[in-house]
């Protein structure tokens, strides 16, 4: 089958400084592939080109053969291509159960003139949100806490809700910005169990992620970015015994533990 | 509030305002109460369209612009083109709804200061704009607008012409309590139905919702319209009694009130305009008395209730409710 997501000489410059350059690689239907780097290499700046937050300045991407780049991100995620953020980037204010409601936008079948009115068929919707959200609520294990203010979770929770959130639209692909930044080993140990058992729900995810360790447990396919550009594509025994990605990330990560 | 609850609460609230307060106004004779409330219900008006865009995370300074513009529309489309007051109060509300469309897309992507200092500007857009143009009859403003002709729907009278009325003071008190009733109902009902979710998702966070398949940019500018359309019926409103529209009408010291009306009564609470409203008009008259400290009294007593109470006089209620 076609890859699900195709990622075409993908670059980005601001201003003389390109942040990307030329990077390609695919994304296959089901698989977890992530995309890892040092700090500043670009991958976050690859992570909101194929969201759409940015344009990019050359190539392209295309979701399901279709040219995603240059769309507004709002139309992205209703193809099927929705983004989470890192940690804190939830909607504080409301409660997670909210919270995981309103992210059911994109299954409404009544407009917000029915919603205004309080039609039958915005009472269906809500139902549906209602019951659709305990189960995502359920299955990432925040049933307990659902009705607490998203913005006192602790940050384990809040991870875990970022997704319910990512969930409750329905995505085809899952774009994950960073889901293991500031865990400690057991934290980790249950993000990965739960990116696991959310692509057993059938959602193709795509991480971008700085933790070595976890990406290698975790991953079918890992891509490395280095300024910007891609120096390695492959599993992860291949991309451990890589010299050039142990030069370029490993050596420095080894630095940068020691700060 | 169970719906039983929110019945009885809006019917004791309708119960005090149509009946209670007129009594009262007789028995003391205090015929220019009438004027006053009635400038309270239009402000109280205006002041929740502002609220509206406080909820979804813009801080608006800019409502005069279009009580203004709602002014001289209606004033024109009675004076000039010969239409009821009653279908000209809405027509200007929609007339300021599209006009914020078209200044709204735009700066709707500015936020925070920036976004208020540019709303800032247009109320004096709109003066200068009041004075500039052929249409506005420049500083002379339209004067001897016809006070509101009778009101009919399919054929029934409800209501004659309000030049029949002997206490027009008296008739446009209740058209200005009613209006003012209709709106918050309005409110109510939007930001506790699943459009207001969107919206306040949109006051959490923009780029989430909209990584989220909500339409930030247009979700935006409807709430932005509806605020505009508020401020609109309010200027009408506020044309017809005054029976004149001048550029000094609605200048920037009254969209600032606007603002100040929805910190005070507490932005968390949609009836909290209304609140702030009536506290702010009346404790600016009593201040009156102290003369040229008057200015420096109420700016300072703002100030020491925005540290206080930052969550607005309505939070005082439902904190304690809370404890209890």
């Known amino acids: 089958m076609a890859p699900i997501l195709q990622v075409k000489n993908l670059s980005k410059a601001y201003g003389g400084l390109i942040a990307v350059n030329d990077v390609s690689f695919e994304v296959e239907r089901g698989e977890i592939l992530s995309v890892i780097g040092p700090n500043g290499a670009g991958k976050s700046t690859i992570f909101k080109l194929i969201s759409s937050f940015v344009k990019p300045t050359r190539g392209e991407v295309l979701f399901e053969g279709e040219r995603i780049s240059g769309l507004a991100p709002h139309i992205v995620a209703r193809k099927g291509v929705v983004r989470t953020f890192q940690e804190t980037t939830i909607f504080k204010g409301l409660t997670a159960r909210d919270s995981v409601v309103v992210a059911h936008h994109l299954r409404s079948r009544a407009n917000l003139i029915d919603y205004y009115l309080n039609t039958a068929a915005a009472r269906r919707d809500e139902d549906e949100f209602g019951r659709s959200s305990d189960e995502i609520l359920e299955f990432l294990g925040l049933g307990e806490v659902k009705n607490e203010i998203a913005g006192n979770l602790p940050q384990g929770h809040l991870r875990a809700l970022g997704i319910a959130i990512g969930l409750a639209a329905n995505p085809k692909v899952l774009l994950l910005d960073e889901p293991f930044a500031g865990m400690n080993h057991d934290e980790t140990r249950r993000a990965i169990e739960m990116t696991r058992a959310v692509r057993e729900r059938g959602v193709t995810l795509l991480l971008v992620e700085h933790d070595i360790a976890a990406v290698m447990r975790i991953s079918d396919r890992i891509a490395v970015i280095n300024f910007g550009s891609k120096i390695a594509e492959g599993k992860p025994a291949e991309i451990q015994s890589n010299d050039k990605v142990i030069e370029a990330y490993l050596g420095v990560e080894d630095e940068s533990i020691g700060i | ?324």
């Open chain 2, 1 to 324: 509030m169970r719906p039983t609850a929110q019945a009885l609460f809006a019917a004791v609230f309708a119960f005090v305002l149509l009946v209670i307060v007129p009594w009262a106004i007789r028995v003391t004779h205090h015929d220019d109460f009438y004027y006053t409330l009635s400038s309270v219900a239009l402000l109280a008006i205006a002041s929740g369209g502002v609220w509206l865009t406080f909820y979804i995370g813009r801080i608006n300074i800019g409502q005069g612009a279009y009580a203004l513009i709602g002014g001289y529309a209606s004033a024109i489309f009675v004076v000039k083109a010969g239409l009821s007051f009653w279908i000209a109060m809405p027509l200007a509300g929609v007339v300021c709804a599209l006009v914020s469309v078209a200044i709204g897309l735009p700066i709707l992507r500015l936020r925070g200061v920036y976004f208020a200092m540019v709303t800032l500007v247009l109320t004096e857009v709109a003066r200068l704009s009041a004075l500039a143009l052929p249409i506005t009859n420049g500083a002379m403003g339209i004067t001897e607008i016809p006070p509101p002709g009778p009101l009919g729907l399919f054929g029934f009278n409800l209501l004659p012409s309000f030049a029949s009325f002997a206490n027009r003071n008296q008739a446009f008190y209740f058209l200005c309590v009613v209006m003012m009733m209709l709106c918050f109902a309005a409110l109510y009902r939007l930001v506790n139905s699943r459009v207001g979710r969107l919206f306040a998702a949109l006051r959490q966070n923009e780029d989430l919702a909209s990584s989220m398949g909500l339409n930030v940019p247009a979700l935006r500018v409807l709430a932005y319209a509806i605020s505009s359309f508020l401020g609109g019926v309010g200027g009408a409103i506020f044309a017809a009694i005054a029976q004149s529209v001048y550029p000094s009408s609605f200048t920037v010291a009254d969209s600032i009130n606007f603002m100040l009306n929805c910190f005070l009564g507490g932005l968390g609470y949609v009836f909290g305009p209304m609140l702030g409203t009536l506290v702010l008009y009346f404790g600016w008259d009593l201040l009156f008395q102290a003369g040229q400290y008057q200015l420096l009294i109420y700016s300072g007593v703002m100030i020491i209730l925005m540290l206080v109470l930052p969550n607005g006089l309505l939070s005082l209620r439902f904190s304690r409710k809370k404890g209890a």
